[in-house]
């Protein structure tokens, strides 16, 4: 079998049992099934699904060197310190020789060696933009089913890419260290528009006064663009899936600007401070109704993740029965067909399927 392929097992409900009972071995168990897509993981997901909906999920994210390890281990502390439990997710680079995470379990949650309420797991990135996979989204399925207060994943820090982590965080913290500018204008390629709280950490360095005047700026700058109006309001998957869930117009004078904080993580200058700014974000998505929006955009485009995922299995089954990609590609290079009228004919079967379920519906059948 296939990685990733669909199975026919059914879920170990034993585990399930110990998970939902707050197992820690069993959550171990279950996310190295998702990671590693066991036989049976599906089954695992599915039937963990009916028990999420309460975890706090933040993602962090942020160019190399911004200090994100460090800082996330200060978070975890500070819940524990509120009594809130926190489950933790960093997507590590993938090795080579292995696809597994190159850090493995790396002891860099020094803070939280031995307490058992702050679970650390290092997931490989496996090639997916910005380090997030389907895996990710699943494992944040477990802590939540769990019971973990809070989420965190931690990213790679691969830049642009990585706005993946919009899709599956509520709230995302960009990281910035002080710098001569070179890290701020990256975020104008692309990552400041994901960002809901922006932090200046390592502040106590040459340079932070003027890194945090730049973000502000920048921040200004886009609330005062046209094309990036609303995107912490009616827009990017907010306003719209608000009306269709019935919260009506959404009010443009309630939207989030992001915050520019400072941090020193290392000794945990400000920490408490932006744990704070992500409740006040997770009060405003809630009051305002978009935290429904952001969920109901999550899962439309995980169903498109996974239908393209298990759409190219099928398209990888029929290819090998027809003997191979390499045929057609001899038969493009001789200009005896062209790639459009291949992928036409190799998906027929897969469209006349699906015309006919469709049209069997049409007539009641």
Known sequence: MSEGEPESGTAEPELIAELLDGKH???????????????????????????????????ITGSPGAGKSTLVDKMAAT????????????????????????????????????????????????????????????AVKAFDAFGK????IETVGAGQNEVDIVSTADTVAVLVPP???????????????????????????????????EL??????????????GHHGAEAGYGGDDRAAGHGEADE?????????????????????????????????????????????????????????DTSRLVGRELDARGGLEEYVDAVMDRETDPYTVADEVLEPLRECVEEHGRGGEDGS
Do not use: C
């Open 25 to 59: 071995r069993a959550l171990a168990r279950v996310i190295s099934k998702i990671e590693n897509r066991a036989p049976g993981y599906r089954d695992l997901v599915s039937r963990l699904h009916a028990h999420t909906g309460t975890a706090d999920v933040i993602g």
């Open 79 to 138: 819940y524990r310190d509120r009594g809130e439990t926190v489950g933790v997710i960093a997507i590590d680079p993938s090795s080579p020789f292995t696809g597994g995470a190159v850090l493995g379990d790396r002891i860099r949650m020094a803070s939280n060696v031995g307490d058992m309420d702050v679970f650390f797991r290092s997931m490989s990135a496996r090639g997916t933009l910005g380090g997030l996979s389907t895996a990710t989204t699943d």
């Open 149 to 152: 207060d809070k989420v965190i």
């Open 179 to 213: 710098s001569s500018g070179d890290d701020v204008q990256m975020l104008k390629a692309g990552i400041l528009e994901i960002a809901d709280v922006l932090v200046v950490n390592k502040a106590d360095m040459d340079g932070a006064d003027r890194t945090v005047m």
């Open 216 to 229: 502000r700026e920048m921040v200004r700058m886009r609330n005062d663009s046209p094309s990036f109006a």
């Open 253 to 309: 004078s309630d939207d989030w600007e992001p915050p520019v904080l400072e941090t020193v993580a290392k000794s945990g200058e400000g920490v408490e401070a932006f744990l704070d700014t992500l409740a006040e974000h997770r009060d405003w998505l809630e009051r305002t109704g978009r935290l429904e929006g952001k969920t109901r955009t999550r899962y439309a485009e995980e169903i498109r993740t996974l239908l393209r995922e």
